[in-house]
């Protein structure tokens, strides 16, 4: 081991530290930043561990499913799953299966039978696919559709006194700008699409201009700091990150969750295409029922604000 390495185990372990190096190689990768799985198998292999070793086999799968995840994937397909985790652990197919089981047993794991939606009518697809999500992940997508239904479907909302066919708007807006906007003051869940040049920045800032004259209150947010600095320029009012806006802090997490929701009337998520499924789910969950919501972006993205926006369009 490098002495950086050493350092850092023993900073996570104490006198523990060649007791867990022995007997579990393969939790370092869980719990120390920088040592990832190949590390930990070299480590692993060095000691003599056999390379059907369920804590290795279960490490293998879980990493191969955590390099999908980081290429954008929320689940992926067992059978290949499986594959390619057979491949990187050159073990037979069946220990593989076993592992994959007792992981979902042990809740690290959540297996679903999803419906398969082909891309054209002469696509050659099964019916369903058997899906392995990472259990956090899992937790994520049900909760964003379970919060997104609740926020969707609650009423009176915050803004239901604010009728929008009374909302003056300007009338050089075009009729779809227009639109968008009683949208956004009378639908709960609302989104905004459209390319660059568009109107988007237009209509919120004759949305914001709207409910400033109406005494309602907004808050201004982007996935990044720097989209929340292009949208603070161009509303010419106060955007945050969602991190800020949420309170987040590494040692405590969130602030603003569903026991201590926003205290406002709606929530601007410009750049909503680069929204991620955890960070969807912790906004959604600070969303008090009534509390209405605007998606703004385009669909060229990869996160779950872009699939929501691709949805919505292709509706």
Known sequence: LSTLLAVKIYRQYGDQAINV????PYRMARDIFGIGFKTADKIAQALGLASDHPGRLEAGVLYVLEQMTEEGHVFYPRQELEQQAQALLEVGIEPIQATVDRLIQAGQLRLEELRVQPASAEAALPPYVTALYPAGLYRCEVGCAERLRMLAQHWPTRLSDLPPAFVALDAQLSPEQQA????????PVSILTGGPGTGKTTAMQALIAALEAAGKSFALASPTGRAAKRLSQATGRAASTLHRLLGYSPAE??????????????????EASMLD?????????????GTHLLLVGDVT????????????DLD
């Open 253 to 270: 997490g969130f602030r603003h969750h569903a026991d201590n929701p926003l205290p406002v009337d709606l929530v601007v998520v410009d």
């Open 180 to 187: 968008a906007i009683r949208s956004a003051l009378s639908h």
């Open 301 to 312: 993205g990869h996160g779950l604000g872009s699939a929501i926006l691709m949805a919505m």
């Open 21 to 24: 190096v022995r007997s579990d």
């Open 277 to 289: 499924l955890p960070l969807a789910y912790h906004l959604l969950n600070a969303l008090q029922p």
